[in-house]
Every structure is written in C-alpha cells, then in structure tokens.
C-alpha cells in the first residue's frame, strides 16, 4: 500500500510540539511506501514566505532548510508530480462535486484526485476536507 502524506501531517515533523501519535505512526511505515505531493511543497513553501522576514529569520531558515534539504533527500524519488492522470480524474471529480453544489478548493482537490488516480492512501488530519471524495483515508492523530 502507497500513502501520500497530507502538508498538515509532514509538518508535524518540524512543528513546536509535534504530535508524538502522528510521528510514531508514520515511522511505523515503510518508507518506501510514503509520498508527498509537489502540491505539499508549494504550500510549505507558500507557508515560508508568508512568515514575517524580520521577526522570523531563524524560522525562515530553518524551514527552508528543512524543505530544500531534509524533504528532498528523504522523499527522493517519492515526490508525486500532477501528471495528465491526476489532471483528467480531477477535471472528472471537480465537475461532479460542483454540480452537486460540493466545490472544494484547488490545491486540496488535486491531492485527493493524485489519491484517486494513483491508489494512494491519504494521511490527513482533515478528512472532513475530503469526504466528497472516495478515497482511503487514515487520520493519525
């Protein structure tokens, strides 16, 4: 079985008081066997230059360091791109939950269609930001 780590999992490694449920969880994983999304490093990386340059530049670095380091070499090979199957099942997915009035927004309904397209398992906190979808979902939390 594949999982694909949600962003709200994958920062629990770097958070102040990390979720010690969470960590135990995934290192109970093959690693083989964990992916993330280039959706979940454009939003660390959105969530990095939001923070304040001034009051934050230690946090800034070492998150930095953390996604342009840590996270590239040990998801090597394990970074899930949009390709046209995840594109094509999320134009299918998006136009049924908009014509039931359920839209969700961009960045969370392309992780759910990489779920779909590809049979991975998502590792989320926020399954409720998923029901419209039918996909696997384990919340460690």
């Known amino acids: ?8 999992i994958i ?7 990390p ?14 066997d964990i992916y993330l999304s ?9 969530g990095i230059e939001k923070l304040d340059k001034e ?6 670095d070492m998150l930095s360091n953390w996604l342009n380091n ?10 899930l791109d949009i390709d046209i199957d995840i594109m094509l099942k999320w134009g299918e997915v998006n136009a049924q939950l908009q014509k039931i009035g359920k839209p969700m ?26 029901y419209s979808f039918e996909i696997e979902m384990v919340n460690p939390f």
Request: charged share 30%.
């Open 105 to 130: 927004p961009i960045m969370d309904s392309l992780i759910a269609s990489s779920c779909l397209a590809k049979g991975f398992v998502l590792i989320t906190r926020n399954e409720k930001d998923f």
């Open 70 to 79: 840590d996270l590239m070499q040990r998801f090597e090979g394990r970074i």
């Open 19 to 32: 979720n010690q449920k969470v960590l135990d969880y995934i290192n109970s994983l093959d690693e083989n």
């Open 55 to 60: 009051m934050q530049e230690k946090k800034i």
């Open 11 to 17: 920062s629990e490694f770097v958070s102040k008081k």
């Open 1 to 8: 079985m594949k999982y694909l780590l949600d962003t709200n």
């Open 38 to 46: 280039v959706i979940t490093l454009g939003e660390i990386r959105f």
